[in-house]
């Protein structure tokens, strides 16, 4: 009975939960339900399920899954029966919680549900790996514990939303799988088409711009720039940008590697660098949240740096990683072809430059050049060899070298044969032969040559020497005539030594010509002619090349010209002018009949003309200097005779006066002592006018003659000067007229036309012998002229030019007393007033002075 109440009891109790039991079941069966229709998204598996859970089996629920390290929960889908209760646990709800500390960490170490109080924490397990858990809360009126049919019946629940999250997963990992393959076709085929872009890109430009311009795409991203590093290693420099500001392209232009920026430490390191949080660009209009900063390198050798900025957050997995490296690498590649190229180009460039270059300096050589075989055979023939030896290179090339006469073959064959053994020939002098059978003097230097393939040749570098030894024979020409130039100081002697220079060597005539005082022409020296004889060209052409300071040369001329009759018949002459400190002394002439002058001959002429002028005008002032010296004693001579005869005068004078007074006492005849006095005065007078002129001598010799103009009516002066004389000229019976225009007016100064009026008086009365002095002056438009003529003595034509010099004098100074001074001081008060003074005199008939003088 007791069995059997005891049975009938538990068929009232499991009668009385068969309502629960069913409840449960179509629960669970729901759940399958619901959970098998559910999107296979984790996200919507995770929503039913706290769905089903709420409000049927607790107040609150929350699903955490464990995160990829496994070391946090993370709440992932939450539920609550009323509102307020979602309020109240959503801290809990939202906060990460440790999976490795508290009921969470046995739960899922055991994979056993755990009760405390009114929460229960279930695990989530697939396949034997937990994926997080189940947190179940109650809340009153419910019972505060879960019994064991609740907690199998969640933990059902809990096992099959397990299994829908770990199918969900599987999914979603196929899903991703496959959009990852589809990714990595479309960049492979995108890699490919960048691939192949780059493959044709010759130049680091074009190689930036297919990176950039395909690369943005291939690797979805927003802006991007490539940096090419410079050839000193201390920059990169960009290439290209792309979705830049162009503030930003040119603030990016330069970028040091010794910096802190990306770019910097990618080139540093060469290893890429990623950015999770920073523009490496900074130069769109808005920042990008993460940027690749890729190094390009080639054969361990950085070239570059690639930068890709992106718009969105990137975390750059493995797989993005790898394949924005390929991209970077398939630049890199690409970046060393073209500059393998740009290099092979430039050295192409430079090749043919360098070719060009030195087939122009062939071309252009003063110098011949040939390369010659060593049999002589000739392979290279340059334009200077044309003009050198008359043979064209049509004419030569693939010939033995014709310009080598036969008697000078063998040495010069066996010359090539040494060449071809290494020995360098230094300038080796050489008689050639031109094409028109002259000859012409060569230096030549020949050398080795190893060409790619064949026997060794030489190469010949030929210099004209023919010029070269005309110059240093010149030069030597040159230095023995400036010895036997400096060998004489005496006029004539020189002279002769100048003419007798050139002949024979250069001239079979010369002549000196110098020009007289008058300014004609006259020959001094000559060689190679008889002395009466004047050598070509002529006194017309000497005058005219001293005249124009210009040399004149002729060559060939005609059989009927009388200058080249000696020289039968044709000659060529040289004329070139003898000038010295700026002044033209003459000229020297030059004849031959063997050839023509040429350039050079001329430029000889010169010189030796430059030298021998030079030579003459040191002879000429040695003459001077003897002259001068000559002078001095002459002047001094003068100076102590003129300047002691008034003095001897006076001192007579004084000393009769003191006798007759001594003699008569106060008788003394008062005519007597006035005639003595009128005779003391007269050789102070004297004695007054030698210091003067002496003392103007030296104001003229220093530049210090000094005029003082004034408004001056000459007639008044000319009579005033004539009143002076009045006296003198009536003592030595020699009449005085005066003609004189009325009122010749100017500016003058009075005192020194009165000294140049009084020495023109005096002269008149020292040389006029008596015979009337005539005095007349004229008014010729502005001009004023005073002439003085007298019938004295005279002056000999050949004294004429040098009467207004420095003591020169046209008369013995044993008749005539004086210094010589007073006609050249007269000269020089002239000229410094703008005029001029002449004279004209016969020999025995008397002179004529002209002073002129303008008005102003």
Known sequence: MTMVATRLGEARQYGARLAEIEERLALLAEASRVLADASLEPPAVMERLCGLVVPLLGSACALRLLSEDGLWLRTVASAAAVPEARVRLQALFTQRIRADEGVAAEVLDTGEAQGVEAVLVLPLRARGRPLGTLTVWREAPEPASFDPGEQLLLQELADRAALALDVARAYASERQARQAAEVAAGRLARLQHVTAELSEALTAARVAEVVLEQGLAVADAKAGALWGVAPDATSATLLRCAGCTPDAAERLKRMPLEGDSPVARVLRASRPVWLMAEDALSGSERPAPSSACLPLVADGRALGVLVFTFGLPHGFDDDERAFLQLVAHHAAQALARARLLEREQRARAALREAHGTLEAIIQASPTAIMLLDPDGTVRLWNPAAERMLGWTAEEVLGKVLPAVPAEHWEAFRHGLERATR??????????????????????????????????????????????????????????????????????????????????????????????????????VATAGVEPAEVPPPGLAVVARVIQSGRPESRSGLSQGDPACARAGGTCAYLCVPLRVRGHTLGALTFVTSKGAYDAQDLALAQELARRAALALDNASLYRDARQAIRLREEFLSIASHELKTPISALQLQVQSLLAGLARSGATFDPERLKRGLERVDRQVKRQTLLVNDLLDVSRLSAGKLELVREPLELGALVREVAERFEQEYARSGTPLELSLAPAVTGQWDRLRLDQVFTNLFSNALKYGRGNPVHVSLEVEGDRARLRVKDGGIGIAKEHLPRLFHRFERAVSERNYGGFGLGLWIARQIVEAMGGHIEVDSVLGEGSTFTVELPRG
């Open 422 to 523: 290494g020995t360098v020939l230094d300038g080796a002098p050489l008689a050639a032969r031109r094409r028109d059978g002259g000859a012409v003097q060569v230096a030549m230097w020949t050398g080795r040559v190893h060409p790619a393939s064949g026997p060794p040749q030489c190469l010949s570098v030929m210099v004209d020497i023919t010029e070269r030894q005309r110059g240093e024979a010149a030069q030597r020409f040159l230095a023995e005539a400036g010895g036997v130039l400096a060998g004489s100081l005496e006029e004539e002697e020189t002279l002769e030594r100048v003419a007798h220079l050139a002949v024979p060597q250069y001239a079979e005539a010369c002549g000196v010509f110098l020009e007289d005082e008058s300014g004609g022409v006259r020959c």
